[in-house]
């Protein structure tokens, strides 16, 4: 029971440890893309194998990655702009709901349902998801993304405190994300009022 303790307390202030230093890198950058690009950098490896974050503009969507492994990255990137996001898509659930979703086991049946075809099918099964979670990016009342970690060649599995801490980094990022997005949209202002 103590040894069970202890963990749980170190484990705890490790992640306190890691969203007050999460916060601090996030306040760091007022550009948009730099920020989703440290929010993906800070949650691999340390939280995951994969990060996936994608936001909703007035321009359309904005997505980024990061992995563990960084020559995979183009791989999931051709695999994005090929066939987009499947119509059941988890992401696209949490888009719409604004509910997390957590999946301790990535079925093979959701990524039946996920794919477009066959060859979608066998190349996402060759990305090795073993676990999953999804949860919202919330900026002033409204849903503004959605922050993905997964993990693959690890071997781990997400569980219900890795979906709590999750939902804590999002905060953080979805406000440092927002703000980033507001700064750049004044800047723009400024700068077409200046020219007019």
Not at 4 to 22: C, D, G, I, K, V
Not at 97 to 103: F, N, T
Not at 169 to 189: D, P, V
Request: proline share 4%.
């Amino acid at each position: 029971w103590e040894e069970a303790a202890r963990t749980s307390a170190n484990l705890a202030r490790s992640r306190l440890a890691f969203l007050a230093e999460a916060t601090e890198e996030l306040g760091a950058s007022l550009d948009f893309r730099e920020t989703l690009k440290r929010v993906t950098q800070l949650a691999v490896p340390a939280l995951a194998d994969w990060c996936a974050i994608e936001v909703r503009t007035d321009d359309g969507r904005v997505l980024e990655f990061a992995h563990a492994q960084p020559e995979r990255l183009a791989e999931v990137e051709e695999l994005m702009g090929r066939y987009g996001r499947g119509a059941r898509s988890p992401v696209k659930q949490v888009l719409a709901s604004g509910e997390p979703i957590l999946l301790r086991k990535v079925p093979d049946e959701l990524l039946g349902q996920v794919a477009v075809d066959e060859e979608h099918l066998r190349r996402l099964r060759r990305l090795g998801l073993r676990s999953a979670v999804m949860v919202p990016l919330r900026a002033r009342g409204r849903v503004a993304g959605v922050l993905s970690l997964a993990h693959a060649e690890s071997g781990r599995n997400f569980g219900p405190h890795d979906l709590e801490f999750t939902e804590e980094l999002a905060r953080a990022g979805a406000t440092a994300i927002e703000n980033a997005r507001l700064y750049e949209e004044r800047s723009r202002i400024a700068r077409t009022l200046q020219s007019s």
